[in-house]
């Protein structure tokens, strides 16, 4: 079994996703580690990265191809990739949402070291819509897709009130009623 949880920056993916493979023991996987080594092995932020990346279809190309890989290797993975659903069109697909102050709370309060513009909650709220914005136009222009179109999705959680253990829940819950 291969799930794939995609949502917006903030929503939980990667947190979210470790769980639900422990819940269910299948090993994690996430693109967001990826991008995020990628961006410091050029002693770049996030954003910065994001925004290189739309002039720079490589970049996206190898973070896609890692998840790929990773996917085609294995048979029971979570893979925590905003793109996962497309590349990995069998698995289980799980968008996980989120109110946009309650995501800028969550990325400031993380006060990842690799996401410099987060040095002030206004500034994490314009770092995320840029953030977003950059995903958008590039997602459109390499793949035609978007990946906020909900109706792509199997379950749909929105994470802004409910605490980890009960997203975890829904999704294990989901995934064995299939």
Do not use: C
């Not at 990325?107 to 690799?114: K, T």
């Amino acid at each position: 079994m291969i799930i794939t949880i995609s949502g917006r920056p903030g929503s939980g993916k990667s947190a979210v996703a470790a769980r639900v493979g422990q819940a269910l023991g299948l090993e994690h996987v996430s693109a967001g580690d990826f991008m995020r080594e990628m961006a410091a092995e050029q002693g770049m932020s996030i954003l910065e990265f994001s925004r290189k990346a739309e002039s720079r279809e490589a970049i996206d190309n190898e973070i896609d191809a890692r998840t790929v890989r990773i996917a085609s290797e294995k048979d029971d993975l979570v893979v925590d990739a905003r793109l996962g659903w497309h590349f990995v069109p069998d698995s289980v697909k799980v968008f996980l949402d989120v109110r946009p102050e309650i995501a800028a709370s969550r990325i400031f309060g993380a006060a990842r070291g690799s996401e410099r513009e987060n040095k002030s909650f206004d500034e994490t709220v314009r770092a995320i819509k840029e953030r977003m914005e950059s995903e958008r136009r590039r997602y459109h222009s390499y793949y035609n897709i978007d990946y906020a179109d909900l109706s792509q999705y199997d379950l749909v959680i929105d994470t802004s009130d409910k605490q980890i253990d009960v997203v975890v829940e829904e999704i294990v819950g989901f995934v064995e009623g299939l």
